[in-house]
């Protein structure tokens, strides 16, 4: 198997698309639009079978703000308009401290700007799925809340979550149909933020099922959600996938922030396609319980924002050990992620990166790496290790065929009348154009693979052990700090070896693409990876808002 095979993971877990690539791989996936090693290839998309939810009334998702959006005029959003956009968290709460701003202007901005630009109209993005109809009474209470103690940073913060993310007083649904009724307590990182004093603003479209289910559909399209589109690009550029939905709201300044969630590049790709900065953090370090999964070994939420400060304090707002998750890990991190920027230094003098040698004919990642050099950063380059990454499709697989009916049994509302991959099946063959106008492939390769209890712990442990190597040999020949990659580019062997990564803005192609310089390290990094990104961005400054959402 050649060494391309993580171009299996990006179709698998699904990121921009190259009709021109041709690779052979293992497990007989048909891979002709699967990603290559450029990001500049862009497509017209205006054949897309569907673009427009036919399952959200978008009178009603409005509804419960109609009275209280009222007094909030075009002259109101234009005056908070140069204290808000592009804002990291600590300058909003100055504007607020000084009396410029209020949590409830905050999220009412927010508010604002998703109804006027995400639905139903020239410029639409449809990155929110649904809204929170409390969310200005709970940030006006933010506002009269008085506090002995500083609370914590993400405090009357506005937070859209990626709509696998159980979340109570909005359904959870994954994109899928079935699930539209699906009606939950808050999952455990949902807790974590509410206990900070967050704001959840809503929830963002995904690619349906984590993009685990139809195999031959666009980026960000869910049959509930429908089809969201790249703010750098509508139409043209690919979301990336499947946190499309967050990575898009944030890009286009709908929210302070939002979380996604990866198996494999889900988080990586569409925050490096929509320019903002998202981090796969350690399996384990956040909770997973409440979130629909795709597979308990790989799975992981994680913060998208728009620069490294906000995902220091989203990720800090998350992290916590859950005993109900069979991975959580109790951390001793300290005072956290994100304290006065602590860990947020001012070089990189001595820090050894390995940089890959393929992908030196890449103008940005050159030039990132030039960047990196003026902060002390040493650059070895290093070739990619030849591992093979075998049945990584089966991993999948067998891990969805019983976690996603634990899913349903445990956490899932008794409102929803699936309970397995199978029943998922037959409910969408009901009204098959619009619940699967894509197919739905994928979960139909999930009934029909079977493994033994032994079989499936071998592959796991290979698939780890590989993925470890693929870093781990390099790292210790070169005594390297960490590695430097684009996109999602080796987000499958992160992936399996379960180390954490970070993709920052680097800049965009001559077609105007976005892409991120991503930082891999080793379990438990976090610190180190959020460290170095925040120089990066720091030194290079390469995100710019999307020109027709300013």
Same mark, same amino acid.
């Given at each position: 198997m050649?060494?391309?095979?993580?171009?299996?993971?990006?179709?698998l877990?699904?990121s921009?698309?190259?009709?021109? #690539?041709?690779h052979s791989?293992?497990?007989?996936? #048909?891979l002709?639009d699967?990603m290559?090693?450029?990001?500049?290839?862009i497509?017209?998309?205006?054949?897309?079978?569907?673009?427009?939810s036919?399952?959200?009334n978008?009178?009603?998702?409005?509804?419960?703000?109609?009275?209280?959006?009222?007094?909030?005029?075009?002259?109101t959003?234009?005056r908070?308009?140069p204290?808000i956009l592009?804002?990291?968290i600590?300058?909003?709460?100055?504007?607020?401290?000084s009396?410029?701003?209020?949590?409830e202007?905050?999220t009412?901005?927010?508010?604002?700007?998703i109804r006027?630009f995400?639905?139903?109209?020239?410029l639409s993005l449809?990155?929110v799925?649904?809204l929170?109809?409390?969310?200005?009474?709970?940030?006006?209470?933010?506002?009269?809340?008085?506090?002995?103690?500083?609370p914590?940073?993400?405090?009357? *913060?506005p937070?859209? !979550?990626?709509?696998?993310?159980?979340?109570?007083? *909005?359904? $959870? $649904?994954a994109?899928a149909?079935?699930?539209q009724?699906?009606?939950?307590e808050? #999952?455990?990182?949902v807790k974590q933020?509410?206990s900070?004093g967050?704001?959840?603003?809503?929830?963002?479209n995904?690619?349906?099922?984590?993009?685990f289910?139809?195999g031959?559909?666009?980026?960000?399209?869910?049959?509930?959600?429908?089809?969201?589109?790249?703010p750098?690009?509508?139409?043209?550029?690919d979301?990336?996938g499947?946190?499309s939905?967050?990575g898009?709201?944030?890009?286009?300044?709908?929210?302070?922030g939002a979380? @996604?969630?990866?198996t494999?590049?889900s988080i990586?790709?569409?925050s490096?396609? &929509?320019?903002?900065? @998202? /981090?796969?953090?350690?399996?384990g370090?956040?909770?997973r319980s409440g979130i629909v999964?795709?597979?308990?070994?790989?799975?992981?939420?994680?913060p998208?924002?728009?620069?490294? $400060?906000?995902?220091?304090?989203? /990720?800090?707002?998350?992290?916590?050990?859950?005993?109900?998750?069979?991975?959580?890990i109790?951390?001793?991190?300290? $005072?956290?992620? %994100?304290?006065?920027?602590?860990?947020?230094k001012n070089?990189?003098?001595?820090?050894?990166?390995?940089?890959?040698k393929? !992908?030196?004919e890449?103008s940005?990642?050159?030039?990132?790496?030039?960047?990196l050099?003026?902060?002390?950063?040493?650059?070895?380059?290093?070739?990619?290790?030849?591992v093979?990454?075998p049945?990584f499709?089966?991993?999948?697989? !067998?891990?969805?065929k019983?976690?996603?009916?634990?899913?349903?049994?445990? %956490?899932?509302?008794n409102?929803?009348?699936?309970?397995?991959v199978q029943d998922?099946?037959?409910?969408n063959?009901?009204?098959?154009?619009?619940? *699967?106008?894509?197919?739905?492939?994928?979960?139909?390769?999930?009934?029909?693979d079977?493994?033994?209890?032994?079989?499936?712990q071998?592959?796991k442990?290979?698939l780890?052990a590989?993925?470890?190597?693929?870093?781990?040999k390099?790292?210790?020949?070169h005594?390297l700090?960490?590695?430097?990659?684009i996109? &999602?580019?080796?987000?499958g062997f992160?992936a399996?070896?379960e180390y954490?990564?970070?993709?920052?803005? *680097? @800049? %965009?192609?001559e077609k105007?693409?976005?892409?991120?310089?991503?930082f891999?390290?080793?379990?438990?990094?976090?610190?180190?990876?959020l460290?170095?990104?925040?120089?990066y961005?720091q030194?290079?400054?390469?995100r710019?808002?999307?020109?027709n %959402?300013?």
């Amino acid at each position: 198997m050649r060494l391309s095979i993580f171009f299996l993971f990006s179709f698998l877990i699904f990121s921009c698309k190259n009709p021109k #690539a041709d690779h052979s791989v293992s497990d007989n996936i #048909a891979l002709e639009d699967a990603m290559v090693f450029s990001n500049d290839s862009i497509k017209d998309f205006r054949a897309f079978k569907v673009l427009d939810s036919e399952y959200i009334n978008v009178s009603e998702l409005w509804e419960p703000f109609e009275n209280d959006l009222n007094d909030f005029t075009d002259e109101t959003y234009n005056r908070l308009k140069p204290l808000i956009l592009e804002a990291n968290i600590p300058t909003l709460h100055e504007h607020i401290s000084s009396g410029k701003l209020s949590y409830e202007l905050l999220t009412k901005f927010y508010l604002y700007r998703i109804r006027k630009f995400d639905r139903e109209n020239s410029l639409s993005l449809n990155s929110v799925i649904s809204l929170n109809p409390n969310v200005i009474k709970e940030a006006i209470k933010a506002d009269n809340t008085d506090f002995e103690v500083e609370p914590h940073a993400i405090y009357g *913060m506005p937070i859209l !979550l990626k709509d696998n993310i159980n979340t109570e007083g *909005m359904p $959870t $649904t994954a994109g899928a149909v079935a699930l539209q009724n699906n009606n939950t307590e808050d #999952a455990f990182v949902v807790k974590q933020l509410k206990s900070k004093g967050a704001l959840i603003l809503g929830k963002t479209n995904l690619s349906e099922w984590a993009y685990f289910f139809c195999g031959d559909c666009p980026s960000g399209y869910s049959a509930v959600g429908g089809q969201t589109l790249n703010p750098y690009g509508r139409r043209i550029m690919d979301t990336g996938g499947s946190s499309s939905g967050s990575g898009v709201a944030v890009a286009a300044n709908f929210c302070v922030g939002a979380v @996604g969630s990866e198996t494999s590049g889900s988080i990586l790709s569409p925050s490096s396609q &929509n320019s903002v900065v @998202g /981090l796969k953090p350690t399996i384990g370090l956040l909770s997973r319980s409440g979130i629909v999964p795709i597979s308990s070994t790989l799975d992981t939420p994680g913060p998208m924002t728009k620069n490294v $400060t906000d995902n220091a304090i989203l /990720l800090d707002a998350m992290f916590g050990f859950d005993d109900s998750d069979s991975k959580s890990i109790a951390t001793k991190s300290g $005072t956290g992620f %994100y304290g006065n920027k602590a860990s947020f230094k001012n070089d990189l003098t001595g820090k050894r990166f390995g940089a890959f040698k393929r !992908l030196m004919e890449d103008s940005l990642y050159v030039r990132a790496i030039a960047e990196l050099k003026i902060k002390g950063a040493v650059i070895i380059e290093v070739e990619e290790e030849k591992v093979d990454l075998p049945d990584f499709l089966r991993l999948l697989n !067998l891990d969805m065929k019983t976690d996603l009916p634990e899913y349903l049994s445990d %956490y899932a509302s008794n409102e929803v009348a699936v309970a397995s991959v199978q029943d998922v099946i037959d409910f969408n063959k009901k009204d098959s154009l619009n619940r *699967m106008p894509y197919g739905q492939k994928l979960f139909e390769g999930i009934v029909a693979d079977s493994s033994s209890h032994e079989a499936f712990q071998e592959i796991k442990n290979t698939l780890k052990a590989n993925g470890r190597s693929f870093y781990d040999k390099p790292m210790k020949e070169h005594n390297l700090d960490g590695f430097l990659s684009i996109n &999602n580019y080796h987000a499958g062997f992160a992936a399996v070896a379960e180390y954490p990564a970070i993709t920052v803005p *680097m @800049g %965009y192609t001559e077609k105007g693409a976005p892409k991120g310089l991503t930082f891999i390290g080793k379990p438990l990094s976090e610190n180190d990876l959020l460290g170095w990104a925040y120089i990066y961005e720091q030194v290079s400054k390469r995100r710019k808002a999307p020109k027709n %959402y300013n």
